[in-house]
């Protein structure tokens, strides 16, 4: 069984069936079949279902963001712009997959040699369950529009949210299976990867569970994309406008109590401007209000579990018993539900915990540096290597961060985010391959070289 577990309350709301590993292999094979019929669409045709799904989501937007609160804590007014994000992502490859993916012609010996992208079949998407909606249709979207189905395995904490988006397709009108669910436990994963109908994998989770899926895929010879976690760095310098900075870094570090990947998790500051910045910081932390995330006055809901909770604060525990200062919380609630205070952290060098692991919460851990250099040193020196961003109104200061920042996107005076329009993934143990944009949508094709004379 899945068992969807309201992390405000820590009350189980709901037990699902998941397959057996027959039932497993059964559901992958109806997205096989519905593949040649999908394939055979024009790209019009395909929009046409994904602008049909888009209006779905944004119908029952508030359904979906209470399913998100009730499943896994995200704060209902974070939720409805998720799902309006995981509209655009499907209206966005709507009207571009076509222009993406059109004939590359290449000068060479024959009269006519071109590139063209085709699907390679039935794609597997292994999803975590921090934003339920939005991963989804990063998947998706680009893979869909670019003729292949999808197989749907989605994190075992968010079946609702796993029946909803395939219930979206069929409200839609979709064609029958292009998305399937999949509602297996974690073990169940590698019978998925290895059934012989599933023609490559896009996993988003842990850095750990990355490493498994590409071990998987790998052995069977499929190809897979992988984002994976971050220890995003924040270089704030000393002529940044540092209440805007602050607001963004606050805002960056606090959205879904702290739990994304690309979240601003290391803020390296200029030493002349330390003090002052972490009282900005402070004053905004300290407002931010813990509640029921059905409500639109809560800032920050619960975490998603309680045993995500145990972990940062091991992190947080252990990073402040070698020397580093807790300005603010650091304490488990005595409260119902799985919350964490917001935490500000200063005094932080990078043998700390705080520094070398992925923190997963509302923690705000800050670091000083004596100057630039010092800076992008500190930034780098991390085993992730997803988000960074940097604070400067120095216009060349800002271009040689952009290029010595070892991430797959960098930030210039402004938050780390994803956008359909834009690549987006990792490098080191952040992961590999790209999502959205016109990459995202060329990494699940057949990238087929033809030559006539």
Same mark, same amino acid.
Request: negative net charge; glycine residues 8%; charged residues 20%.
């Given at each position: 069984?899945?068992?969807?577990?309201?992390?405000?309350?820590?009350?189980?709301?709901?037990?699902?069936?998941?397959?057996?590993?027959?039932?497993?292999?059964?559901?992958?094979?109806?997205?096989?079949?519905?593949?040649?019929?999908?394939?055979?669409?024009?790209?019009?045709?395909?929009?046409?279902?994904?602008?049909?799904?888009?209006?779905?989501?944004?119908?029952?937007?508030?359904?979906?963001?209470?399913?998100?609160?009730?499943?896994?804590?995200?704060?209902?007014?974070?939720?409805?712009?998720?799902?309006?994000?995981?509209?655009?992502?499907?209206?966005?490859?709507?009207?571009?997959?076509?222009? #993406?993916?059109?004939?590359?012609?290449?000068?060479?010996?024959?009269?006519?040699?071109?590139?063209? #992208?085709?699907?390679?079949?039935?794609?597997?998407?292994?999803?975590?369950?921090?934003?339920?909606?939005?991963?989804?249709?990063?998947?998706?979207?680009?893979?869909?529009?670019?003729?292949?189905?999808?197989?749907?395995?989605?994190?075992?904490?968010?079946?609702?949210?796993?029946?909803?988006?395939?219930?979206?397709?069929?409200?839609?009108?979709?064609?029958?299976?292009?998305?399937?669910?999949?509602?297996?436990?974690?073990?169940?994963?590698?019978?998925?990867?290895?059934?012989?109908?599933?023609?490559?994998?896009?996993?988003?989770?842990?850095?750990?569970?990355?490493?498994?899926?590409?071990?998987?895929?790998?052995?069977?010879?499929?190809?897979?994309?992988?984002?994976?976690?971050?220890?995003?760095?924040?270089?704030?310098?000393?002529?940044?406008?540092?209440?805007?900075?602050?607001?963004?870094?606050?805002?960056?570090?606090?959205?879904?109590?702290?739990?994304?990947?690309?979240?601003?998790?290391?803020?390296?500051?200029?030493?002349?401007?330390?003090?002052?910045?972490?009282?900005?910081?402070?004053?905004?932390?300290?407002?931010?209000?813990?509640?029921?995330?059905?409500?639109?006055?809560?800032?920050?809901?619960?975490?998603?579990?309680?045993?995500?909770?145990?972990?940062?604060?091991?992190?947080?525990?252990?990073?402040?018993?070698?020397?580093?200062?807790?300005?603010?919380?650091?304490?488990?609630?005595?409260?119902?539900?799985?919350?964490?205070?917001?935490?500000?952290?200063?005094?932080?060098?990078?043998?700390?915990?705080?520094?070398?692991?992925?923190?997963?919460?509302?923690?705000?851990?800050?670091?000083?540096?004596?100057?630039?250099?010092?800076?992008?040193?500190?930034?780098?020196?991390?085993?992730?290597?997803?988000?960074?961003?940097?604070?400067?109104?120095?216009?060349?200061?800002?271009?040689?961060?952009?290029?010595?920042?070892?991430?797959?996107?960098?930030?210039?005076?402004?938050?780390?985010?994803?956008?359909?329009?834009?690549?987006?993934?990792?490098?080191?143990?952040?992961?590999?391959?790209?999502?959205?944009?016109?990459?995202?949508?060329?990494?699940?094709?057949?990238?087929?070289?033809?030559?006539?004379?």
């Amino acid at each position: 069984m899945l068992i969807a577990t309201n992390p405000y309350t820590g009350e189980k709301i709901a037990e699902y069936p998941s397959l057996n590993e027959t039932q497993l292999h059964e559901r992958i094979a109806l997205a096989y079949q519905a593949f040649p019929a999908w394939r055979a669409t024009t790209y019009s045709e395909r929009a046409e279902v994904l602008r049909a799904v888009a209006t779905v989501l944004r119908e029952h937007k508030s359904r979906l963001a209470d399913l998100m609160a009730d499943e896994m804590g995200k704060p209902v007014k974070e939720g409805g712009p998720e799902v309006e994000k995981a509209a655009l992502c499907a209206d966005h490859y709507a009207e571009h997959a076509a222009d #993406y993916l059109a004939n590359e012609v290449l000068a060479s010996d024959a009269s006519l040699s071109y590139v063209c #992208y085709q699907p390679l079949g039935t794609i597997l998407g292994i999803l975590p369950w921090n934003a339920p909606l939005w991963l989804a249709f990063r998947f998706l979207a680009p893979a869909l529009m670019a003729g292949n189905t999808c197989v749907l395995k989605h994190d075992p904490h968010v079946p609702g949210c796993a029946a909803a988006i395939v219930e979206a397709f069929a409200m839609a009108g979709a064609p029958h299976n292009i998305a399937v669910n999949l509602p297996v436990t974690t073990p169940s994963v590698a019978a998925a990867i290895r059934d012989p109908h599933i023609a490559a994998v896009s996993f988003t989770g842990s850095s750990a569970g990355g490493s498994k899926v590409a071990a998987l895929a790998a052995a069977e010879l499929k190809p897979s994309v992988l984002e994976l976690g971050g220890s995003d760095p924040c270089i704030v310098l000393a002529d940044a406008d540092l209440e805007r900075a602050a607001d963004v870094v606050t805002l960056s570090r606090i959205i879904n109590a702290g739990q994304s990947c690309i979240a601003a998790k290391r803020v390296i500051v200029e030493q002349s401007i330390h003090d002052d910045f972490v009282q900005l910081l402070k004053t905004r932390l300290e407002k931010l209000k813990l509640g029921d995330p059905r409500s639109f006055d809560s800032d920050i809901g619960p975490l998603a579990r309680d045993d995500l909770r145990r972990n940062l604060h091991r992190q947080v525990s252990e990073t402040i018993a070698v020397g580093a200062q807790c300005l603010l919380g650091g304490e488990i609630p005595a409260t119902p539900g799985f919350f964490y205070p917001a935490t500000l952290l200063t005094g932080v060098t990078p043998e700390m915990a705080a520094f070398r692991e992925e923190t997963f919460g509302p923690v705000m851990t800050v670091i000083a540096a004596d100057d630039f250099g010092a800076a992008i040193g500190l930034a780098n020196d991390t085993d992730y290597g997803l988000g960074a961003s940097i604070w400067t109104e120095n216009d060349e200061l800002a271009q040689r961060a952009a290029k010595l920042l070892n991430a797959g996107q960098v930030a210039v005076n402004g938050i780390v985010k994803t956008d359909p329009r834009l690549p987006s993934g990792g490098i080191k143990r952040s992961g590999y391959g790209r999502e959205l944009g016109p990459h995202g949508i060329k990494e699940f094709v057949n990238a087929k070289q033809v030559w006539i004379k």
